[in-house]
């Protein structure tokens, strides 16, 4: 049994402690915004945030995670959008979707360590988050938005 | 965020020192007296040791202050840059863009098969800027093994109690021969390495021309 904080709800998980993150929050809670694309970290739907950093849930084992906080999409907003949402709403950045709350958890991410990334900074950090439809340069556009958004807050 | 970040980098890496301090009896354990091994044998351990730190498995985060990792996929010999615009950054632990235990988390359980990514007990990192091993030659990394200035300040004692420190956190040293399923490993096992080491410590550390 393990105890684990999921957007600020405590729980307790019966799981193996080899459980990958992304599977207790799936299967086990019920939380299914992040998403399985590979299972091996190579790209980003199923990014959430373990200690406000963001972390491949695929990759995050049960046993080493334990006592952790985790936040997922749901909860980066407080009950309201965080403004990087606001922003990929602003420029209708998804189109299938999928890869999205990767994306924008990669996203929150950047923008809390570099609060004013150029264009060159973006690719570095969000390179590892695939998006098979091609939604890059709105993904990059937002982010740009996103920054404003929240320096002029 | 990005300065707490680096600083946590540092403050760990004091941790690391002072836990290695402690376990510095396990390291003594496996010195030789120093004179006790003719060069020649020096020479010899020392070959043995070159094969293991110029495998990809070991050298391919030993890289220069450009601080790319360097990939080479299971089942190629050819090694090609990191995938996804990776940097380790002059924090060698990405702080500055991507962290390395995004993906690279940090855990004792056994490493998964290719091509999932590795991981180990220790945060994942690029090893420090002066320890380059990738590109350089057999003679190049015996010298910068041997010298203080350039390999953390250790003596050849202390080069042994490094890979018994690193062994107790469950780090990258040891785990380079338990890569997971459909990776090579460098030839021979950590132990064998860890008395060759020994061998070359007690021979005066001999270098190749």
């Not at chain 1, 606001?86 to 999205?100: K, N, S």
């Not at chain 1, 609060?115 to 900074?121: A, G, H, Q, S, V």
């Not at chain 2, 004179?35 to 050298?59: D, F, M, N, Y």
């Not at chain 2, 995938?83 to 702080?95: C, F, L, P, Q, Y």
């Amino acid at each position: 049994m393990f105890d684990i904080t999921v957007n600020g709800v405590k729980h307790q998980v019966d799981v193996v402690p080899e459980m990958p993150l992304l599977w207790v929050l799936r299967d086990e809670l019920g939380i299914t915004s992040p998403k399985y694309g590979c299972g091996i970290a190579q790209c980003g739907a199923c990014t959430v945030q373990v200690d406000g950093a963001a972390v491949r849930s695929c990759q995050a084992r049960m046993a080493d995670i334990a006592g952790k906080a985790i936040i997922t999409i749901e909860a980066v907003g407080n009950g309201k959008l965080h403004p990087v949402q606001e922003a990929w709403i602003e420029h209708q950045v998804p189109q299938c979707g999928y890869c999205q709350t990767g994306q924008i958890m990669q996203a929150i991410s950047l923008l809390k360590s570099n609060p004013k990334p150029t264009d060159e900074d973006i690719n570095e950090v969000m390179s590892g988050n695939l998006c098979r439809c091609g939604t890059y340069e709105r993904i990059r556009a937002a982010i740009h938005t996103a920054a404003e958004k929240i320096g002029g807050n | 965020m990005r300065i707490t970040l680096i600083a946590l980098t540092f403050a760990s890496s004091s941790i690391f020192a002072l836990m290695g301090m402690v376990l510095a009896k396990d390291g003594a354990k496996d010195t030789l007296p120093p004179g006790s091994v003719s060069s020649a044998e020096g020479l010899q351990a020392w070959k043995r040791i070159e094969a293991v730190v110029t495998h990809p498995r070991c050298a391919n985060c030993h890289v220069d202050a450009k601080a790319i990792p360097i990939w080479t996929p299971a089942g190629e010999s050819k090694p090609r840059v990191h995938g996804m615009n990776i940097h380790g950054g002059e924090s060698r632990i990405g702080a500055e863009t991507i962290p390395c235990s995004t993906c690279h988390v940090t855990s004792t359980t056994p490493n998964d098969p290719a091509p999932a990514p590795l991981h180990a007990g220790i945060d994942w990192q690029l090893a420090p800027v002066e320890f380059i091993w990738f590109g350089k030659s057999g003679a190049e990394i015996c010298a910068q093994l041997k010298d203080p200035e350039r390999n953390g300040g250790r003596d050849a004692a202390g080069l042994l109690e490094h890979l018994r420190h690193d062994a107790s956190l469950s780090g990258f040293i040891p785990r380079a021969w338990a890569p997971g399923a459909g990776r090579t490993t460098p030839p021979g096992t950590f132990e064998d390495h860890v008395k060759d080491m020994a061998l070359w410590g007690a021979a005066g550390q001999p270098c190749p021309d």
